[in-house]
């Protein structure tokens, strides 16, 4: 069973960055998709960023597009978030997840089998 663990999370002044680490046991990184959501209080989870196993493809939501980074490394069984820029609007609990799957990664939710239990990113002055 894949287990995932978030860590990173914090309190950052707007435009500041801040890294996001997954890391992975019961399985390897390289063989799922993995992808990050987020989601802030009385909004439902979205899709911030996922990187496909096959090609290591990866997709972005609009609202962060030149701001967060997501990589893989496979020697560290992790998936990282890197973000750059923050506003507050970017403030959530932000969560990793994974399933299997040879084609490109999904951003929604439900195609995710695995989930982490959630680091709290909080933008403000």
């Known amino acids: 069973q894949l287990q995932l663990v978030e860590s990173g999370g914090g309190l950052v002044q707007p435009g500041g960055s801040l890294r996001l680490s997954c890391a992975a046991s019961g399985g390897s990184v390289d063989v799922y998709a993995i992808g990050w959501f987020r989601q802030a209080p009385g909004k439902e989870r979205e899709g911030v960023s996922c990187?496909?196993?096959?090609?290591?493809?990866?997709a972005y939501a609009d609202s962060v597009k030149g701001r967060f980074t997501i990589s893989r490394d496979n020697a560290k069984n992790s998936v990282y978030l890197q973000m750059n820029s923050l506003k507050p609007e970017d403030t959530a609990i932000y969560y990793c997840a994974a399933y299997r799957s040879l084609r490109r990664c999904s951003m929604y939710a439900s195609a995710y089998a695995y989930w982490g239990q959630g680091t709290q990113v909080t933008v403000s002055s």
């Open positions: 990187i496909s196993r096959s090609d290591g493809s990866t």
